[in-house]
T-cell receptor, first 117, second 110 residues
Framework: EPEVTQTPSHQVTQMGQEVILRCVPI?????FYWYRQILGQKVEFLVS????????KSEIFDDQFSVERPDGSNFTLKIRSTKLEDSAMYFC???????????????FGPGTRLTVT | QKEVEQDPGPLSVPEGAIVSLNCTYS??????FMWYRQYSRKGPELLMY????GNKEDGRFTAQVDKSSKYISLFIRDSQPSDSATYLC??????????FGSGTKLNVKP
């Protein structure tokens, strides 16, 4: 069964460093998302991406964050200068998009645990 | 007012019980509703998806949406210890953004 994959599973970085989190969405999906979940808290929307541009972003997604689809399969989240409060699980998700009702179903990857020290 | 409210639990039930999980929401434009199951430190796993009002059944799981009350439910019949997890509701009105509840932690005791 197709699935969303994410690498790395765990990333440790020092404050102020840049990190890139990688995702491979399900191959026929067209809408991509990044969410984060701070330990013990709710899943929070960061950004959605369609047709090579950002569709919507939350107030969390400030100038330190960027997303890119560098080729036909990868979808990346870059944090330019990490802060301690960026420590969280980051989840990539994708949905098919289209006229069918079930095209809205969002499938999540296993997540990348980011630890900023 | 929060977009989505969900009782965090924990909810503890004996094996075989019927479990009812609920979320309320404030935005009447929401029409796409999903339930996820999340095990500790894992990604959310899509369980049920419902569009607009009504019921949807899949095996032991039933999802209900009452848009007039802005209330959604997930019922689990014949609950099993393997159902022990955190259950998240999520909803939105378009592809661009989905809102999650805080999750209800369920423990099914053997």
């Amino acid at each position: 069964e197709p699935e969303v994959t994410q690498t790395p599973s765990h990333q440790v970085t020092q404050m102020g460093q840049e990190v890139i989190l990688r995702c491979v969405p399900i191959s026929n999906h067209l809408y991509f998302y990044w969410y984060r979940q701070i330990l013990g808290q709710k899943v929070e929307f960061l950004v959605s991406f369609y047709n090579n541009e950002i569709s919507e972003k939350s107030e969390i997604f400030d100038d330190q964050f960027s997303v890119e689809r560098p080729d036909g399969s990868n979808f990346t989240l870059k944090i330019r200068s990490t802060k301690l409060e960026d420590s969280a699980m980051y989840f990539c998700a994708s949905s098919e998009y289209g006229p069918r009702i079930d095209a809205y179903e969002q499938y999540f990857g296993p997540g990348t645990r980011l630890t900023v020290t | 007012q929060k977009e989505v409210e969900q009782d965090p639990g924990p909810l503890s039930v004996p094996e075989g019980a019927i479990v009812s999980l609920n979320c309320t929401y404030s935005n009447s434009a929401f029409q796409y509703f999903m339930w996820y199951r999340q095990y500790s430190r894992k990604g959310p796993e899509l369980l049920m998806y419902t569009y607009s009002s009504g019921n949807k059944e899949d095996g032991r799981f039933t999802a209900q949406v009452d848009k007039s009350s802005k209330y959604i439910s997930l019922f689990i019949r014949d609950s099993q210890p393997s159902d022990s997890a955190t259950y998240l509701c999520a909803m939105g009105d378009n592809f661009n953004k989905f809102y999650f509840g805080s999750g209800t932690k369920l423990n099914v005791k053997p």
